[in-house]
């Protein structure tokens, strides 16, 4: 696949759906002050637009709004609000109901669309892409708008929070060790994946809650199609079918502000399965085409992390609170990796749900996009 | 086995050893209005001896020390101390390094003792005595006299906080349903497991640690013996030998008070397995030895719950702040019982790690004790 | 005034307003098993009338909901709602827009309401009754009926929770020293004072916020009513206006489930000041009539506590954890009674948010109300 | 007096004391990458000292401890420990009872120590300076070392955490409107300020305490010290003596992590008071001498914070997790300025505690004294 040989020169004008919400503040946060995207549109409901941002949004994170976008007069989110149609890439952070309906609106009218929505994740032509992992599946996009008679506009969407901190490990051990058999993963999530107010502190304080809707079928489900591959002709996701993969997942909410960990026991197809010293080297030495874009072409995938997965020694990490902002956010921590009674390995991984879970994950996919020619 | 036909009608003494700690505050709020227990001795570490209770200990309940107990002097763990000799049995909240040197002491000098502490859980000829579970490893009690020369003394030890919870509805499934197979658990800890002051609030708030020093290999090896039977000739224990049960468990430590969740999958033996349906029928139906006896001789065993094992309907039960309390902390919670795509079943116990978890299980483990004759 | 000689022999039937809600919760709680209360109407939203109260409530209480609530049908907040108008006595945990049109409405019916909204508590002919400090306002309740032409209905409305654990110590303050000039108090409150569900988590874990809407303006305002006499004709209230009391609110929220903390500086009129050992001896002395009563007729006023103000030793409490249970969370506690370089004494004071500070309040208010003849 | 006119061109060698501490380890951040200091000596226990920093350290910071500390070899506390006597300044993180003895010591042998222990705040040579407010107080420094006999070695200590975040505004307000006559402050402080392991899970979750050994008593105490100014012929403080200022303190721990609220009211002594919208913009306006050598020299004072002050429009702000790394942690932030009905008015402050009101401040303290000729 062709790759740019140079870094965008001008800015690429950029939208953000559902600006005011948690996941839209982070966009805001990591687009503020990128090298070559330029926030242009700000869009949410219609009861915020018309309105400068810092007076629709509670804001909640721990940096101000940048001077610059809290005088920016947020739009509706429609296409044919000002300045939407002429942005590159439209980042888009709004709720499954709402993206139902937007984001296709956004495409049908050659608009690009980079969603962390659940809307469109199982659409059999829209790639489910997770940037340390599955960047390849760029290349269904062509299919997608031949198969919508579309000339530029496509959505391309990222995983579920907890599935993305899952299938980076889980990637790596396959391109080491071949394929695995089944995953047993137990999730402690932070309560930002619930977004604001989302979870009731009267529900959380003193206590955790052993069930997150639909959380488990997400996990369960999106992990073949992320870990499996593009069919030979590029017209759809080869779903892990050729050597089926089972996933069970118990998933529960922990009152941790941004961090999801998770508990996991894998078990492999080859038999004897590899060490765990074999396996923390695997981990090590994972290396993502996003980091590698970024190797060959510096300030191309500028939100690439360094390290993909950071191993760590200490007995009792990765924890959320000290770890999760390594490599501000988008790499995936891991540790504890030792032998499983039950299957073949046991080990602890964390991700920040709210960067590399949700907004990082579009930023980092549009950046290899934009490196790929898919988005000019 | 002979069991008692009436209630005691005097008051057994009973001692504390521990007596300012977690688990020691725990048993004086259990034993201070028991029927046919008397609190007689309250030993602690010899900085406390001498000294009247309320002064030497930082009493960290939800309710005030009773009054006859905040003024009673403080004794030395010691068997030559004032009263210990009188007693009919000995509550130990001891740590295990302590415990390690003084419960075989007291053994000797013809004591019962009913520890919390680990230290002999593992000796071949003492019981590892969950109340709900198996109150029928009594009857090794006659072979450890023995070979100890002993008349009166032994020790009965309770298991580890998380193992309690986890082995009540797998003892009750087996019941049912014949041998499990393999066991996958992830505990969510609550703080209190830890004593005082035990966790750091910088090391727990807005975070969870995923590592117990010792835990994970406590549940996987106490599951077998306490789930094993008894040897045909009474010398020893089975330790589910005759079909190897294998657990894998991941511990973590979570913002909780009390309570110890754990989220479970197994798989049974027989295939196919049980339905959902027919675990749940499994759980409710469950009825122990210390609840027969307390139902055929009222009051012979008053800390036995009512119910064993509460399943709960609601899809984000049970709960650690809303569910620790019922049976006054003396049953397991269970709920969200369903498919496991990796093992046969998947379901969330809860148990209160310092009441059944600790403290309770010594005194209904005591209280059959009675009922059968081993305690007089 | 006249009181009753006798315990009432029948049980009067009740009503709950916003009985799903969190002080519906814990209306249900103290009055499912009252001695001579019973539940015979609970009342909620159009939205949940005609279904069992299970169903439609979320509850949050660390208790299972009564056998006999569960399956109760829950009506309307309506005069003709079945039921309705047999109620002895109407009790309203309901929010004050609701209230605002529903209580006066069930008085104009001849009903009687004690409520817990702020709706009325200004009114100059409604007691605002804390039931420690001035159940003698009952006194006014005849010319409320008189002025609205009612023979039998009237409304008592109880204090907002933070002003409920101000107005007990400087209740017994006044009494034993004459009155106060000035008081600065800064609350800590608990998240369950919001409701449910409330707070937010995202708010509230980790952080404290130094601000609750209008909640410094009612400690300001009710004070002085509850602490100011009823005026000679029994027409209204005195309102400390013979000795003016100002008082100075800081209100925060903080992460703990149940309890307000408040730190209090006082000064007196009277000068020199009375010694810390002064005071906390008129604080351990106090006797409200609500406990009066019950000791001279036990069983009259059953929710009133054996001690009204619990002084704790401890230079590090009262803490909300610890000491929210006590006398089942219907007395104040105070500590760290020193003095204060600013005015003249300084201490702290904890009330149980959700009982004395509300349900718990309109009971006991309600069941003065039966020994005085207010409830028939 | 005269200050530098050229930032330093050479590195500066610094020593770290208590450099495994919590505050020590905040001086390892905020030292790794300075402009123009260098760690060269990280001193610990004599348990610590001859081993490589990361093995002897529980780091519990959210980035990793930087690659060239991490190897280095911990020292003793000691005069003669390697490289001591070559750091032109020592930042000690010590606890009080270790610094009591080691800072004399180093004094003595010429070293120049900026401390956090509370050892020698109250000794009448040596200043206490918040480098927001009173950097004015060096010129004590001459009188100090005459009183020893010594050339170059002193002592200057920075304030209690909490005492800093009251300060600065006081001082804002003082400068702006004259003399404050009595000041009213409820503190709720983070755990953080308790070091490492510090506070007890036990005791702080769903809770607060409401008292922190002699904490009330520092706040008391140093405030008058640091508003005072320096005696004219520069032998000593003024202690607020000319216009006496009272100050009342309750101290809280709150369950956060990092960040000391304060709900404070005062009275001027100027009567009548100044506005609100008076107050804020002296707050707002306030510059320090920290600052005007930063602005005149660009790079001199590089840690001092661009506002000292930041106020915050929003009505429940400053909040501890939202605004604590405003500025890095260096400032102070306002908010909720309004009338008080006891004093004159009342706001709420907040200040980082391990930042400014810790390790922050020695750093500035000593940027300043670089500046000033004190440190070489």
């Given at each position: ?17 559902g600006?005011?919400?948690?996941v ?67 980042f888009s952070g709004l709720?499954?109901?709402?993206a ?14 980079f969603s962390n929505a659940k ?38 969407t990222n ?199 949700a907004a990082?994950s579009s ?14």
């Open positions: 696949m062709s790759v740019l040989t140079q870094v965008p020169q001008t800015k690429l004008k950029v939208g953000i759906l600006a005011t919400g948690t839209g503040q982070r966009f805001i946060q990591l687009l503020a002050d990128h090298p070559y995207f330029e926030i242009h549109v700000l869009a949410a409901s219609s009861r915020s637009a018309g309105k400068p941002y810092a007076q629709v949004t509670k804001w909640k994170q721990q940096t101000l709004i940048p001077d610059h976008i809290a005088t920016k007069i947020v739009q509706e989110c429609a296409v044919d609000a000002p300045g939407m149609r002429e942005c590159a890439v439209i709720d499954s109901d709402v139902d309906i937007i984001e296709p609106a956004l495409r049908q009218a050659e608009l690009v669309v809307s469109y994740r199982r659409d059999p032509i829209v790639p489910l892409m997770v940037p340390l992992v599955n960047t390849d599946h760029f290349s269904v996009v062509p299919h997608q708008r031949k198969t919508l008679s579309l000339e530029k506009g496509y959505i391309v995983a579920n929070c907890s599935t993305t901190g899952l299938v980076v490990p889980l990637a790596a051990l396959e391109r080491a060790f071949g394929p695995l058999q089944t995953v047993l993963v137990t999730t402690l999530q932070a309560i930002s994946g619930a977004g604001y107010p989302g979870v009731s502190s009267m529900d959380i304080i003193d206590n955790v809650v052993p069930y997150i809707g639909s959380e488990e079928e997400k996990i369960e489900w999106e992990t073949s199609k992320i870990l499996g591959g593009v069919l030979p002709d590029q017209t759809g996701f080869e779903y892990h079918a050729s050597s089926p993969l089972t996933v069970s997942a118990h998933c529960n909410r922990v009152p941790v502000i941004d961090g999801h960990l998770a508990c996991v026991s894998i078990k492999f197809s080859r038999q004897p399965a590899p060490s765990a010293e074999e396996i923390r080297s695997a981990l090590e030495a994972y290396v993502c085409e996003a980091q590698e874009i970024e190797q060959s072409l510096p300030g191309m995938v500028p939100s690439a992390p360094k390290r993909a997965i950071v191993y760590h020694e200490g007995q009792d990490r990765p924890q959320p609170r000290l770890d999760r902002d390594l490599e501000n956010g988008a790499c995936v921590s891991v540790g504890r990796i030792r032998k499983c009674n039950v299957l073949d390995v046991k080990f602890v991984t964390l991700v920040d749900n709210v960067r590399l879970g990082t930023v980092i996919n549009a950046e290899v996009g934009v490196a790929k020619g898919f988005i000019v």
